[in-house]
C-alpha cells in the first residue's frame, strides 16, 4: 500500500472513531478559535463536514449533543446558531469575574502542567516575551488576557476552553476596562510580569504546586490593585 494511501486509511480510521462527545468538541473548539460568539450563525452543514475534517453522520451527532446542553440552537430554514446568553458581559461585575477566576485558573493550571505540550509552552513564552515588550497599557492588557487563554488552551479542555472565554468576553467589557486603566501603574505592571514569569517557569518545569500557588499569588495581587480588597 502507497504511503498517500495508508495516510487517507489512517484518517479515515480515525474520522470513524469519534464519537458524539468528541465530535461536540471539535465543534466547540472550532467556534472558539473563530471568534463565535452567542447569537452567530454557523456555516452551513456541508461547509463544517469539509472544515472540520468529519462524516455528515458524526457532524450532526457533534451538533445534536450540543443543542441537547443548550450550547446551539437549531430552527428549519435559518440554520444553526451558538445560544443566546443570559447573561451578558457588561452584565458580568468585576467581583463576580474575580470570584470565578479564583474558583477556576488554580485548578486550570494544575490541569495545564499535566497536559500542555511543548509547542503550548513555546507559544506561552511567546506571549510572555510580547507583552514584556507591550508600548501601551492596551497592547498590555491584551497580552495579558492572551497569556491567561494559552494557558486555558494548554488543558486541551474544549469545555474549559468555551467556559473561560466568559471570562475573556467579561475583561473586554467597559467596567473591568475602566478599572484595569484606573489601576495600571508602572510598579503593578512589574508585580503582574513577574507573577507571569513565575507561572510560566512552573508550567516548564511541571510543578504543579508552584504553578497554582503562583496563579493565586497573582490573583490576589489583581483583587487588591483592581478592587481594594482580597477577596480570598
Known amino acids: 500500500m502507497s504511503e498517500a494511501m495508508t495516510c487517507l486509511h489512517g484518517q479515515e480510521k ?3 472513531a469519534m464519537d458524539e462527545t468528541q465530535a461536540a468538541g471539535v465543534i466547540r473548539n472550532y467556534c472558539s478559535e473563530n471568534g463565535l460568539d452567542s447569537g452567530d450563525r454557523l456555516p452551513p452543514e456541508r461547509a463544517l ?9 458524526q457532524l450532526r451527532r457533534g451538533l445534536a449533543r450540543l443543542e441537547a446542553e443548550r450550547v446551539i440552537t437549531r430552527t428549519v430554514g435559518r440554520g444553526t446558531f451558538l445560544a443566546q446568553s443570559t447573561i451578558g458581559a457588561e452584565d458580568m461585575s468585576p467581583q463576580d469575574v474575580l470570584v470565578v477566576r479564583f474558583l477556576l485558573e488554580p485548578a486550570i493550571v494544575k490541569l495545564a502542567v499535566a497536559t500542555a505540550t511543548q509547542t503550548d509552552l513555546s507559544i506561552i513564552q511567546e506571549i510572555l516575551e510580547a507583552s514584556e515588550r507591550a508600548a501601551t497599557p492596551d497592547e498590555w492588557e491584551r497580552l495579558d488576557a492572551a497569556l491567561h487563554t494559552a494557558i486555558v488552551k494548554a488543558t486541551h479542555n474544549s469545555l474549559i476552553v468555551d467556559l473561560y472565554d466568559r471570562i ?7 467596567v473591568w476596562g475602566e478599572l484595569k486603566r484606573k489601576s495600571y501603574s508602572p510598579k503593578n505592571r512589574a508585580a503582574y510580569e513577574h507573577h507571569h514569569q513565575t507561572i510560566v517557569q512552573a508550567l516548564t518545569r511541571r510543578d504543579h504546586a508552584a504553578a497554582e500557588a503562583g496563579v493565586l499569588e497573582h490573583l490576589r495581587f489583581v483583587s487588591r490593585a483592581m478592587l481594594g480588597s482580597d477577596l480570598t
Open 49 to 57: 463536514v469539509d472544515l472540520l475534517k468529519m462524516s455528515r453522520t
Open 14 to 16: 480515525q474520522m470513524y
Open 168 to 174: 475573556t468576553k467579561a475583561r473586554n467589557a467597559s
